[in-house]
């Protein structure tokens, strides 16, 4: 009955990418019939899609922005967190309630306000503007997050660390950083993956495809009217597969963080 | 004293880009949805037009009622479903639990509209066990399009669910158990009297969940129907980013994005409340 | 100095062909401004083009060959994306030279150069007027189709319907000369159990209204669509006679002539349909002339939609993919150089026969062509609609939002039984009027 179920389970969640796996071996160009074999594998479309819509660059462009994102967000959450969970200042709890209502805010209806402020800013289409707005977008998760973590840390760390004259920056680099190691490579997961496959603003500031997130990317596949559909999913299992690679490696981790996460929430 | 300032210092920068990138947006939305305007040329004060036309123009309110039934697509396959696998698997395998929270949603999308294509899996399905008549192009018919968007956003979401439903489950107290087993409770009884109130607080989370996910639903559109045919699964996500960026008609994309916000909050709160 | 003589002898073949397009009184042929070129420095031109079609690309490599001191910085785009931001790149980014979508909202916003001095340098207001006609627009954006010129082409284009020669002739079928012909012999490939139209409408695609559209061409006039589509005061698209061709449309549907799924096909997927030999009929573009000889030489067949009686003048949908310069772009002499060689110089009309399968604009001098070609018929089919002035821009062209908002949308349902003709027709004109302002 366990086995059972867990098998349908897996099958359930793999068949999505079992269809894009054998869609991207049909010859270019055609619309394959669901779930089948092609009769002569077309793994050229892996190369073609390096070739020819250029995914390597779409990669790059990707991972440029997670390294570019991830580190300020985490710097920007450590702070921010560690000031509203330990140091009691006048006003924390309207910053704290600022950072909530970002929490449940759609992205979609600030995009267009957000797309003017990075087009004044003279941003518009380069790397910088997208991660500043990513990095943004990131803050509230990654400060809730950063504020549970630093609050579930005993009181009379800080405390110590106040007798020994340290100030509140040396008693956060000396006494909480190196504690935070943990949750700050769980948020660090969560934000790569996110930052990888987000595609609003990616869309909405950056026109050229290749200089977007990866899962933005995928528009430098589509012609005027429509697609090919086999290199289409040959380059959506490219962009696919860091992911899954990095899943391989720390599901347990992802999972837990996920978990985590929704009690920020 | 120190402290007091310091305490600021450390908040200030992540205050700033967030102020600067979400916070004053959002504020211009607010004032954008006053007016008419294209973007480009002088804003008209309108007043609350714009919310009348939103409120009142059928296809405009669509997009909304199309988002309160994708909250109820994507919450119910989710939780009872994420239910029945904690009840039964109590620790699934975490690798394909979490795996569709991970890939890109734009490639689950294109994943998902090779599957329900006229001729792809689901329907060679269907035909091989003799339900020929029932097929279709599941993404391009419209009474069906909305639901099979419905059940790509349940995919993503299964995984999830469960996970944090199970690790509800785990955490009960197994005596609760016995005590229902000692009062003669059968599996079913059992589910409902221990193990249900029991997970309440997963369910009210998992609902937030799932909601805000249908109610933000851009990417798995975008990627499968356009909100196609005939505006079938026209989405708020997708409608405020055609309004702003193909009609240039701000104030109406503005006044829309108002909406859909206060749609959230009045989600998410009360389940919030419920849940703790 | 290519270009420049090839602008002599397009000025040349123009005053033969002897052609003027309305608005534009033909005045001295002598123009005391200097010819526009790209001089002699080393040049960097600034391009967006269009995703999907290779001849702008083409034509940009083969002027460099010609012009080694001018290089290109081109970005290629999806059509949907360039018409998403084709306003704010003019306005924020421009570049020297734009593949555009409907322009009036840019010349209304003051975003493009008026063209009409180049066109006097460079005998651009001799082509058929129908060639420059649509790119025309009033200074405050409306009507279009009189006025300066604000853009052009790269090539003619003309739209009609493609056609599987084998299996019309295994189904004993021949180029239809009336609409009941055409009619006639939809029916006869349903029976024989082959689709008898490949088409498109899914997504956000309304493919449905090239068909529609042609249907318009028989039972209205194009003079009266173009007055729609160009926004003159007072113009309506639900009129009894298109309401008659939507209906017609509707026939169709009803009858099964369209594949079941047509609401999720795309474009590419009709013409894998099309071209594998699945389908009869194919309403569609020469733009796809070059590739349907590639991929099903001496197969595919080309004729205009049918009147409804035989021997009237036949209409088309003609709107070539246009090419604007920016208001703001920094080398805009350079770029008109570039758009007049690409019709001009021999080797670049070559090109646009080998790579766009579209007739050259400018003179219509006869072109070697293998008469068994479908290109062959395209050609022939645009000097037809040229001959007799009966071309007519897109219905989806008639504002800026109409094919997004208000074309597919209503499309999309009328091809599933959930809106009428007539309905389909009131509801894009209430549109209409809510976006021109009436």
């Given at each position: 009955m366990k086995l059972t179920t867990q098998i349908a389970l897996a099958a359930v969640t793999l068949l999505p990418l079992a269809e894009l796996l054998v869609t991207a071996l049909h010859p270019p160009g055609t619309h394959p019939p669901g779930l089948t074999w092609p009769s002569d594998p077309h793994w050229s479309n892996f190369t073609d899609a390096f070739r020819s819509a250029h995914i390597d660059r779409a990669l790059l462009s990707g991972a440029l922005l997670v390294l570019t994102v991830v580190p300020a967000a985490l710097a920007l959450s450590t702070a921010a967190g560690y000031a509203l969970a330990r140091l009691p200042f006048p006003g924390r709890r309207i910053a704290e309630g600022l950072f909530l209502v970002g929490l449940v805010l759609p992205r979609e209806a600030i995009t267009l306000p957000l797309y003017q402020q990075v087009r004044d800013l003279g941003l518009l289409n380069t790397t910088t503007g997208l991660a500043l707005a990513l990095i943004a977008a990131h803050l509230p998760f990654g400060v809730l997050w950063m504020r549970t973590h630093f609050a579930s840390t005993p009181p009379e760390l800080t405390d110590s660390a106040r007798v020994d004259g340290a100030g509140p920056w040396s008693a956060l680099r000396r006494v909480h950083l190196p504690l935070a190691d943990d949750a700050l490579r769980s948020l660090a997961l969560l934000l790569s993956v996110w930052t990888w496959n987000h595609l609003l603003f990616a869309l909405v500031l950056v026109d050229d495809p290749l200089r977007r997130t990866a899962a933005g990317a995928l528009d430098a596949f589509q012609g005027r009217w429509g697609t090919d559909v086999p290199l289409l999913c040959a380059g959506a299992l490219l962009i696919t597969a860091p992911v899954v690679v990095a899943l391989a490696l720390a599901h347990r981790r992802f999972a837990d963080a996920l978990v985590r996460g929704v009690a920020v929430r | 004293m120190r402290t007091r300032l310091a305490g600021w210092l450390f908040v200030l920068p992540a205050l700033a880009v967030y102020g600067v990138f979400v916070l004053r947006p959002l504020a211009l939305v607010a004032q954008y949805s006053l007016y008419r305007w294209d973007g480009v040329g002088q804003a008209v004060w309108v007043g609350w037009d714009n919310y009348t036309a939103v409120l009142t123009d059928p296809d405009l309110h669509r997009p909304l009622l199309n988002a309160l039934l994708l909250v109820v697509l994507f919450t119910a396959g989710p939780i009872v479903l994420g239910l029945t696998l904690a009840a039964a698997l109590q620790r699934g395998p975490t690798l394909i639990l979490v795996l569709p929270q991970a890939v890109p949603p734009v490639a689950a999308g294109l994943a998902w509209s090779v599957l329900l294509s006229s001729t792809g899996a689901v329907n060679r399905t269907l035909e091989a066990i003799g339900l020929d008549n029932v097929t279709r192009a599941w993404l391009g018919d419209s009474s069906t399009a909305l639901a099979a968007v419905g059940v790509i956003g349940a995919w993503a979401l299964l995984g999830l669910c469960t996970l944090l439903l199970s690790a509800g489950v785990r955490r009960l107290d197994p005596s609760l158990y016995e005590a229902a087993r000692l009062d003669g409770a059968g599996r079913w009884q059992e589910f409902r009297t221990v193990t249900l109130p029991g997970v309440r607080r997963e369910i009210g989370v998992c609902v937030v969940i799932t909601s805000l996910a249908a109610l933000s639903s851009f990417d798995v559109v975008y990627v499968t129907t356009k909100g196609g045919p005939g505006g079938a699964t026209a989405v708020p996500a997708l409608e405020i980013f055609h309004l702003a960026f193909t009609d240039r008609q701000i104030g109406l994309a503005s006044a829309l994005a108002v909406l859909l916000v206060a749609v959230v909050l009045a989600f998410t709160a009360p389940v919030l409340r419920w849940s703790r | 100095m290519s270009h420049r003589a090839g602008a002599v002898l397009a000025a040349l073949t123009a005053i033969v062909v002897g052609c003027c397009a309305p608005g534009s009184a033909p005045q001295s042929t002598v123009d005391t401004s200097t010819t526009p070129g790209c001089g002699t420095a080393d040049i960097t031109l600034k391009a967006r083009f269009e995703t999907g079609f290779p001849l702008a690309k083409a034509l940009a490599d083969e002027f460099t060959r010609q012009h080694p001191n001018v290089t290109w910085d081109i970005r290629e785009e999806q059509f949907d994306v360039l018409t998403r931001n084709a306003l704010r790149v003019l306005a924020d980014d421009p570049p020297d030279l734009m593949r555009l979508p409907q322009v009036s909202e840019a010349v209304r916003a003051g975003l493009l150069r008026d063209l009409d001095g180049y066109a006097r340098t460079l005998g651009w207001d001799r082509r058929p007027s129908a060639q420059t006609r649509p790119l025309r627009v009033s200074p405050n954006g409306r009507p279009r189709g009189e006025g300066p010129l604000y853009a052009t082409g790269l090539s003619t284009s003309v739209t009609g319907i493609f056609y599987d020669k084998e299996i019309a002739a295994r189904i004993g079928i021949q180029e239809p000369r009336t609409l009941a012909e055409l009619d006639n012999a939809l029916a006869r490939a349903k029976s024989a159990g082959i689709t008898p139209i490949a088409g498109f409408n899914g997504g956000a695609t309304g493919g449905l209204t090239f068909p529609l559209q042609s249907l318009m061409g028989v039972y209205s006039t194009p003079k009266s669509l173009d007055d729609w589509i160009f926004q003159r005061p007072g113009a309506t698209i639900d009129t009894p006679s298109n309401i008659e061709a939507a209906r017609h449309l509707a026939r169709w549907l009803k009858a099964g002539?369209?594949?079941?799924?047509l609401n999720a096909t795309d474009y590419a997927r009709m013409m894998d349909r099309f071209t594998s030999g699945k389908a009869l009929f194919m309403v569609n573009g020469d733009w796809e002339s070059a590739t349907l000889d590639r991929r099903m030489p001496n197969r595919a067949g080309f004729f205009l939609m049918p009147p409804r009686q035989a021997g009237h003048p036949r209409a088309a949908m003609a709107g070539p993919p246009t090419f604007g310069i920016p208001s703001r772009a920094a080398r805009p002499d350079c770029a008109a150089a570039f758009l007049d060689w690409a019709t001009t110089n021999p080797t670049a009309r070559d090109l646009v026969v080998r790579v766009g399968g579209a007739r050259p604009l400018g003179p219509t001098t006869p072109w070697p062509l293998d008469p068994a070609s479908v290109t062959a018929a395209t050609f022939a089919a645009t000097d037809e609609v040229l001959t007799h002035d009966t071309a007519m821009d897109f219905i989806a062209n008639a504002t800026g939002a109409i094919y997004a908002k208000s074309w597919t949308p209503q499309l999309q349902r009328l091809a599933e039984g959930d809106q009428t003709p007539e309905g389909l027709l009131r509801a894009v004109q209430a549109d209409y009027v809510a976006q021109t302002g009436g």
């Amino acid at each position: 009955m366990k086995l059972t179920t867990q098998i349908a389970l897996a099958a359930v969640t793999l068949l999505p990418l079992a269809e894009l796996l054998v869609t991207a071996l049909h010859p270019p160009g055609t619309h394959p019939p669901g779930l089948t074999w092609p009769s002569d594998p077309h793994w050229s479309n892996f190369t073609d899609a390096f070739r020819s819509a250029h995914i390597d660059r779409a990669l790059l462009s990707g991972a440029l922005l997670v390294l570019t994102v991830v580190p300020a967000a985490l710097a920007l959450s450590t702070a921010a967190g560690y000031a509203l969970a330990r140091l009691p200042f006048p006003g924390r709890r309207i910053a704290e309630g600022l950072f909530l209502v970002g929490l449940v805010l759609p992205r979609e209806a600030i995009t267009l306000p957000l797309y003017q402020q990075v087009r004044d800013l003279g941003l518009l289409n380069t790397t910088t503007g997208l991660a500043l707005a990513l990095i943004a977008a990131h803050l509230p998760f990654g400060v809730l997050w950063m504020r549970t973590h630093f609050a579930s840390t005993p009181p009379e760390l800080t405390d110590s660390a106040r007798v020994d004259g340290a100030g509140p920056w040396s008693a956060l680099r000396r006494v909480h950083l190196p504690l935070a190691d943990d949750a700050l490579r769980s948020l660090a997961l969560l934000l790569s993956v996110w930052t990888w496959n987000h595609l609003l603003f990616a869309l909405v500031l950056v026109d050229d495809p290749l200089r977007r997130t990866a899962a933005g990317a995928l528009d430098a596949f589509q012609g005027r009217w429509g697609t090919d559909v086999p290199l289409l999913c040959a380059g959506a299992l490219l962009i696919t597969a860091p992911v899954v690679v990095a899943l391989a490696l720390a599901h347990r981790r992802f999972a837990d963080a996920l978990v985590r996460g929704v009690a920020v929430r | 004293m120190r402290t007091r300032l310091a305490g600021w210092l450390f908040v200030l920068p992540a205050l700033a880009v967030y102020g600067v990138f979400v916070l004053r947006p959002l504020a211009l939305v607010a004032q954008y949805s006053l007016y008419r305007w294209d973007g480009v040329g002088q804003a008209v004060w309108v007043g609350w037009d714009n919310y009348t036309a939103v409120l009142t123009d059928p296809d405009l309110h669509r997009p909304l009622l199309n988002a309160l039934l994708l909250v109820v697509l994507f919450t119910a396959g989710p939780i009872v479903l994420g239910l029945t696998l904690a009840a039964a698997l109590q620790r699934g395998p975490t690798l394909i639990l979490v795996l569709p929270q991970a890939v890109p949603p734009v490639a689950a999308g294109l994943a998902w509209s090779v599957l329900l294509s006229s001729t792809g899996a689901v329907n060679r399905t269907l035909e091989a066990i003799g339900l020929d008549n029932v097929t279709r192009a599941w993404l391009g018919d419209s009474s069906t399009a909305l639901a099979a968007v419905g059940v790509i956003g349940a995919w993503a979401l299964l995984g999830l669910c469960t996970l944090l439903l199970s690790a509800g489950v785990r955490r009960l107290d197994p005596s609760l158990y016995e005590a229902a087993r000692l009062d003669g409770a059968g599996r079913w009884q059992e589910f409902r009297t221990v193990t249900l109130p029991g997970v309440r607080r997963e369910i009210g989370v998992c609902v937030v969940i799932t909601s805000l996910a249908a109610l933000s639903s851009f990417d798995v559109v975008y990627v499968t129907t356009k909100g196609g045919p005939g505006g079938a699964t026209a989405v708020p996500a997708l409608e405020i980013f055609h309004l702003a960026f193909t009609d240039r008609q701000i104030g109406l994309a503005s006044a829309l994005a108002v909406l859909l916000v206060a749609v959230v909050l009045a989600f998410t709160a009360p389940v919030l409340r419920w849940s703790r | 100095m290519s270009h420049r003589a090839g602008a002599v002898l397009a000025a040349l073949t123009a005053i033969v062909v002897g052609c003027c397009a309305p608005g534009s009184a033909p005045q001295s042929t002598v123009d005391t401004s200097t010819t526009p070129g790209c001089g002699t420095a080393d040049i960097t031109l600034k391009a967006r083009f269009e995703t999907g079609f290779p001849l702008a690309k083409a034509l940009a490599d083969e002027f460099t060959r010609q012009h080694p001191n001018v290089t290109w910085d081109i970005r290629e785009e999806q059509f949907d994306v360039l018409t998403r931001n084709a306003l704010r790149v003019l306005a924020d980014d421009p570049p020297d030279l734009m593949r555009l979508p409907q322009v009036s909202e840019a010349v209304r916003a003051g975003l493009l150069r008026d063209l009409d001095g180049y066109a006097r340098t460079l005998g651009w207001d001799r082509r058929p007027s129908a060639q420059t006609r649509p790119l025309r627009v009033s200074p405050n954006g409306r009507p279009r189709g009189e006025g300066p010129l604000y853009a052009t082409g790269l090539s003619t284009s003309v739209t009609g319907i493609f056609y599987d020669k084998e299996i019309a002739a295994r189904i004993g079928i021949q180029e239809p000369r009336t609409l009941a012909e055409l009619d006639n012999a939809l029916a006869r490939a349903k029976s024989a159990g082959i689709t008898p139209i490949a088409g498109f409408n899914g997504g956000a695609t309304g493919g449905l209204t090239f068909p529609l559209q042609s249907l318009m061409g028989v039972y209205s006039t194009p003079k009266s669509l173009d007055d729609w589509i160009f926004q003159r005061p007072g113009a309506t698209i639900d009129t009894p006679s298109n309401i008659e061709a939507a209906r017609h449309l509707a026939r169709w549907l009803k009858a099964g002539y369209f594949d079941p799924d047509l609401n999720a096909t795309d474009y590419a997927r009709m013409m894998d349909r099309f071209t594998s030999g699945k389908a009869l009929f194919m309403v569609n573009g020469d733009w796809e002339s070059a590739t349907l000889d590639r991929r099903m030489p001496n197969r595919a067949g080309f004729f205009l939609m049918p009147p409804r009686q035989a021997g009237h003048p036949r209409a088309a949908m003609a709107g070539p993919p246009t090419f604007g310069i920016p208001s703001r772009a920094a080398r805009p002499d350079c770029a008109a150089a570039f758009l007049d060689w690409a019709t001009t110089n021999p080797t670049a009309r070559d090109l646009v026969v080998r790579v766009g399968g579209a007739r050259p604009l400018g003179p219509t001098t006869p072109w070697p062509l293998d008469p068994a070609s479908v290109t062959a018929a395209t050609f022939a089919a645009t000097d037809e609609v040229l001959t007799h002035d009966t071309a007519m821009d897109f219905i989806a062209n008639a504002t800026g939002a109409i094919y997004a908002k208000s074309w597919t949308p209503q499309l999309q349902r009328l091809a599933e039984g959930d809106q009428t003709p007539e309905g389909l027709l009131r509801a894009v004109q209430a549109d209409y009027v809510a976006q021109t302002g009436g």
